[in-house]
């Protein structure tokens, strides 16, 4: 019953996105139409060409980085010339924005868009697979791009995932009063208990109602963008959190909370730390550490989540490369690496699942032993000894 | 490297989606789901309390009730006793009162019975000295129409009663 429910929801969220991809092709010109499939085809046929020959070299690092990427339009399964079709959201140099199909310059084709031409940066050129605006003298400009790329509808796909669960978890909670839902939304509701009473209960004590909100939501946000981005097909794939821009937005957003919400005593002792004095006054050393350590904290928690996250990724499309290149070498290396490899992607996939879990875990933990370092109290020494231990405890 | 370069449109959409995301879920979500979960958690608590509680007072009411089914099995035990006891009491003195009975009746039984004996042998004393008398007489007159023979036995009456004396 609720299983259904789920695919239901899931399934007009599909729908939701493929009706609006399509209405944003829709008012392509016939001509255009046409010239893009000749284009199409044009190419398709090169690259027969190019294949039956059997001299093309695989681009290895070029694949890994097209997979660990952004672009427009958002790839289907089996097909490397149909994209789903995204809109593109440009500011052109005088100011005008323009927003059109990212169907219209897929295969490097130039869009003229009321007064302004634009296309995606070929390779080689300055702000390659970007969209460009052709300037009259034929230089390419960077136009400021709020462009819906694959990682922002990605991004939207998430969002959507876990308000959908969290307000059927708080309609079931309305519904049913005291009663343990069961199944999917259990599991769902075994994820807030975890993290609520595990992590941010536990850690911030009588704070904790205050920072919930906040710590639940990015638990959820990046747990929901983890799992996403192990989908391979459509509504997944994107490497949203192995993306630097998506874990530097949630680090500068702990950060905020860290800093907004943080008490006197944890300024005071930023500034004026409890160390001999001959450490503050005539140099500040500890004050300028202590400073220093306020920025590296949402640093670490950048890297730390981006770098596991591309890892992982960048591990599964090599395995699957590697079959490609050693069949290159002879057929029979290639079948060979073909079942070591995808053994040990669905292996890696499969770690992916729990290291997905556990970084969004590690990364609310961390967020909240941050949180809670700036809710020190006048007896600071106490609350440090506690949270140390706390880290201790986790780290066990 | 492109990867390490955050892209701005990405870092824009992240913080509108969000900002939404938080919004729609502190405002609808998490209120709702976090109270929930605390309230069944005190519920759940007052639940064992509750049942601590009421196994508490089973548990006494048990042995209440043990403790007062030891008493009546006391008393019944004493009853019985104090029951038995009367019962021999009652049948002894019964006893003992019919044989005293018992006794009176033998008792004045063998009084009558000599009484009646003396009686008897009184009736038979006197009919046997009359019969004696009689025959006595008889024999008396028949011997006694000699004169001789009456002084003989004058005499021989006189010399008896002068040897007794």
Do not use: M, S
């Given at each position: 019953m609720n299983m259904n429910r789920f695919l239901k929801i899931f399934f007009l969220l599909a729908l939701a996105i493929c009706s609006f991809s399509a209405r944003a092709a829709e008012p392509e010109s016939d001509a255009q139409a046409a010239a893009d499939q000749a284009a199409v085809a044009a190419e398709a046929r090169l690259e027969a060409e190019a294949a039956t020959e059997g001299e093309e070299q695989i681009d290895a690092k070029k694949i890994i980085f097209e997979h660990l990427g952004d672009g427009y339009g958002w790839e289907v399964p089996?097909?490397?010339?149909?994209r789903i079709p995204l809109p593109i959201i440009v500011r052109a140099k005088d100011g005008g924005f323009h927003v059109f199909s990212s169907a219209r310059v897929q295969h490097g084709e130039v869009y003229a868009s009321s007064g302004a031409d634009f296309m995606i940066a070929p390779e080689g050129?300055?702000?390659?697979?970007k969209v460009v605006q052709i300037l009259a003298d034929g230089e390419f400009y960077r136009p400021l791009d709020l462009s819906i790329t694959k990682n922002v509808a990605a991004l939207f796909v998430s969002m959507i995932l876990v308000i959908g669960l969290m307000l059927w978890l708080a309609s079931w909670y309305k519904r049913n009063g005291f009663r343990s839902p069961r199944k999917g939304l259990g599991a769902v509701e075994t994820c807030v208990e975890f993290v609520y009473n595990g992590v941010v209960k536990s850690t911030l004590k009588e704070d904790a109602p205050r920072f919930a909100p906040y710590l639940l939501t990015a638990f959820f946000f990046i747990l929901g963008m983890n799992l996403l981005g192990l989908i391979v097909v459509f509504p997944g794939g994107a490497n949203l959190t192995g993306n630097i821009a998506v874990t530097l937005v949630l680090a500068v957003l702990t950060f905020l909370v860290t800093n907004i919400f943080g008490t006197k005593e944890y300024w005071k002792e930023i500034?004026?730390?409890?160390?001999?004095l001959w450490l503050k006054v005539p140099l500040p050393i500890m004050p300028v550490i202590e400073i220093f350590g306020m920025f590296t904290k949402p640093a670490a928690l950048t890297v730390r989540l981006f770098a596991n996250m591309m890892g992982g990724h960048m591990i599964v499309i090599v395995l699957t490369l590697l079959i490609f290149i050693f069949s290159y070498m002879s057929p029979v290396a290639g079948g060979l690496t073909t079942v070591v490899s995808v053994g040990f992607s669905v292996f890696m996939l499969l770690i992916d699942v729990l290291v997905s879990f556990i970084q969004a875990y590690v990364f609310t933990m961390l967020s909240t032993i941050f949180i809670s370092l700036a809710q020190a109290?006048?007896?600071g020494h106490e609350k440090k000894e506690s949270v140390a231990k706390a880290i201790e405890d986790a780290l066990v | 490297m492109e990867l390490f370069a955050p892209d701005f449109g990405l870092v824009f959409w992240m913080f509108v989606s969000f900002g939404i995301l938080f919004l729609v879920l502190w405002k609808f979500a998490w209120p709702v789901i976090l109270k929930s979960l605390d309230q069944r958690a005190d519920l759940i608590d007052k639940g064992v309390e509750y049942a601590q509680n009421a196994k508490a007072q089973l548990d006494n009411a048990r042995q209440q009730a043990q403790e007062v089914i030891t008493d009546a099995r006391k008393q019944q035990a004493d009853m019985l006793r104090e029951a038995d006891k009367m019962k021999n009491q009652i049948i002894e003195e019964a006893r003992s009162q019919a044989q005293q009975e018992a006794q009176k009746v033998m008792d004045q039984a063998k009084l009558s019975i000599q009484q009646q004996q003396k009686e008897a042998e009184q009736a038979f004393r006197d009919s046997v000295s009359d019969f004696a008398l009689q025959i006595a007489s008889k024999v008396v007159k028949q011997e006694m129409a000699d004169p001789k023979a009456q002084s003989k036995l004058v005499s021989s009456l006189l010399n008896e009663m002068e040897g007794k004396n």
């Open positions: 089996f097909n490397h010339h149909v050129a300055d702000h390659q697979g500034f004026w730390p409890e160390v001999p109290k006048a007896h | -």
